[in-house]
Structures are given as structure tokens and as C-alpha cells.
């Protein structure tokens, strides 16, 4: 069974712009989870959907957003990119919500210039 | 949400047992203890969790406290492929849809 995949892998941006990035979970799991690795802040959740609907939030500004398509595909879009941005952007899935098994994909390095 | 506390860093020599300590004082009845790895350059992965009782996966083992206060995630035969950062992390099931992941350990493996 094929992994969890993002693209792209790598992406360079500048400020002010936005960026969508893709996730494609496990087949079969429904939950998809989006995480932000930076060196000062460590592995912080972002959002969780289950089901096409959001179920969880963290404590990210608005310029965050995300959404999952039927497939259980997900997407996050990141709008007005600053500096502060720049990190790398872990999609994780899972069979269950709450608790269940997280499987992480490789992630995405974005670079804000 | 308890938390858990754990050693910055550690280092082993390859071909040897690693004990990870984790302690957790605040945890409460129904946290589950799960360890999760992330070796350079890639995301995390799921190593093993328990409640109660000691686990063994193909991975590791996972020794529990009598108290449950602390735990240990134990590497058999460590090799340099084990050289990552280890988290140990408490969840609740059906309830908690995020992981709260702290600074972890980072483990060095000596060759």
C-alpha cells in the first residue's frame, strides 16, 4: 500500500504571495491531519479533517486554511506569505479520527524569500 | 493536556541496547503512551504505544511504570538507521484528534 504523498516537495515563494500545498492520505483512511515543522517552534498542528469537514484547528492565524475533497485528498493554502512561513509542511493520515495512528508523509520545504 | 518530559539527547554505541526515558507524572487513566520517530529528512513515524502493560512491535518495546508515571522505549540492537528524533507523547482515544509533540530526544548512534 502506497504511502502518504505531498507536493510539491520543495517550494520557494516571496512575501505577500500565496501557496497551495496537496496531500493524498493511505487509501482507505478519511482523516488527514497538517503539521508545521520549524527549527524555534518544533512539530505544531495546524488542522484536522475527517469526512470533508474540518474537526480540529490549531492555533494558526486565518492566512491558514485548508480543505479535503471526497477522495480524502487535502489541500492547505497559505495566503499573504511571511518570512515566518517557511517550514517544513508534514500531512499525516489516519484510519480513525481520535487517537488512531498518524502516518506522516515526507513533507513539503517551503522557502519564503 | 499532561505532559511529558524527556532527555534532550542521547547517545549509543551501533549494535547495542538504547533505553529512551520518558516521564509522564501527570498522566491521567485513560492516556494512552505513544512513541514516535522522525529520522533526518523525512516526517514522522508511528513506533509503538501502550497503556498498561509492556509492548513489543517488530520496531521496539515499550516498558511501562507500575504508576504509570514513566516509561522507557527500548532499542534492542541500535543501529545508525536508529539515529533520529524520538517523541514521546500521550493520547487519549476517540478524543484527541491532534499530537501535541514536544522537543523529543534526539538520538545519536555511535559506529
Known amino acids: 500500500k502506497a504511502g502518504v504523498t505531498q507536493t510539491p516537495r520543495y517550494l520557494i515563494k516571496t512575501r505577500g504571495q500565496q501557496v497551495t500545498l496537496s496531500c493524498s492520505p493511505i487509501?482507505?483512511?478519511?482523516?488527514v491531519s497538517w503539521y508545521q515543522q520549524t527549527p524555534g517552534q518544533g512539530l505544531q498542528f495546524l488542522f484536522e479533517?475527517?469526512?470533508?469537514?474540518?474537526?480540529n484547528k490549531g492555533n494558526f492565524p486565518g492566512r491558514f486554511s485548508g480543505r479535503q475533497f471526497s477522495n480524502s485528498r487535502s489541500e492547505m493554502n497559505v495566503s499573504t506569505l511571511e518570512l515566518g512561513d517557511s517550514a517544513l509542511y508534514l500531512c499525516?493520515?489516519?484510519?480513525?479520527?481520535?487517537?488512531?495512528?498518524?502516518?506522516f508523509g515526507p513533507g513539503t520545504r517551503l522557502t519564503v524569500l | 493536556d499532561a505532559k511529558t518530559t524527556q532527555p534532550n539527547s542521547m547517545e549509543s554505541n551501533e549494535e547495542e541496547p538504547v533505553h529512551l526515558p520518558c516521564n509522564h507524572s501527570?498522566?491521567?487513566?485513560?492516556?494512552?503512551i505513544h512513541w514516535y520517530r522522525q529520522l533526518p529528512s523525512q516526517g514522522p513515524e508511528y513506533v509503538i504505544h501502550?497503556?498498561?502493560s509492556n509492548v513489543n512491535n517488530r520496531m521496539a518495546s515499550l516498558a511501562i511504570a507500575e504508576d504509570r508515571k514513566s516509561s522507557t522505549l527500548i532499542l534492542h540492537r541500535a543501529t545508525l538507521r536508529d539515529a533520529a528524533v524520538y517523541y514521546c507523547i500521550l493520547r487519549v482515544p476517540i478524543r484527541d484528534d491532534k499530537i501535541i509533540f514536544g522537543k523529543g530526544t534526539r538520538l545519536h548512534i555511535l559506529p
Open positions: 487509501s482507505g483512511h478519511r482523516s
Open positions: 501527570t498522566i491521567s487513566g485513560t492516556d494512552y
Open positions: 499525516a493520515s489516519s484510519y480513525l479520527v481520535g487517537g488512531d495512528t498518524q502516518y
Open positions: 501502550g497503556l498498561t
Open positions: 479533517y475527517f469526512s470533508e469537514t474540518q474537526r
